[in-house]
Nanobody, 139 residues
Framework: QVKVVESGGNLVQVGGSLNLSCTVS????????VGWFRRTPGNEREGVIC????????????SIKGRFTISRDVAKNNAQTTLYLLMNSLKPEDTAVYYC????????????????????????????WGQGTQVTVSS
């Protein structure tokens, strides 16, 4: 059974940085897609950055371009992967609950997003989600 756990959310000042972590376990495969999403009260979730690791397809929302990057560490035999979302030059509008999602069955990158100016496909494409971690950027 696939399990996804995020961590690393915190309160940070404008212009600061945070590095969120997402541990994906339970499937021994390198062929999967991971998405970082965020949600603010009263809004639909927004795909922040999404990546299919085999093939390297990457999608992201316009507002994070040049500021956020995604990376990963893979344990031996692909038994567990830790994904990172490095967020630099944080702005108040980055404040949200951030969620990590993983899918091993295939994500359709042509599917329209939940909302926003993002090329990340709709969150319904992902079948396993973490519990979320709060990021608050104070001005």
């Amino acid at each position: 059974q696939v399990k996804v756990v995020e961590s690393g959310g915190n309160l940070v000042q404008v212009g600061g940085s945070l590095n969120l972590s997402c541990t994906v376990s339970g499937r021994n495969s390198d062929d999967y897609t991971v998405g970082w999403f965020r949600r603010t009260p009263g809004n639909e979730r927004e795909g922040v950055i999404c990546r299919k690791w085999s093939g390297g397809t990457t999608a992201y929302t316009d507002s994070i371009k040049g500021r956020f990057t995604i990376s990963r560490d893979v344990a031996k035999n692909n038994a567990q992967t830790t994904l990172y979302l490095l967020m630099n030059s944080l702005k108040p509008e980055d404040t949200a609950v951030y969620y990590c999602a993983a899918d091993f069955d295939g994500v359709d990158f042509n599917r329209p997003p939940d909302r926003g100016r993002t090329s990340c496909p709709h969150g319904a494409e992902y079948n396993t989600w973490g519990q979320g971690t709060q990021v608050t950027v104070s001005s």
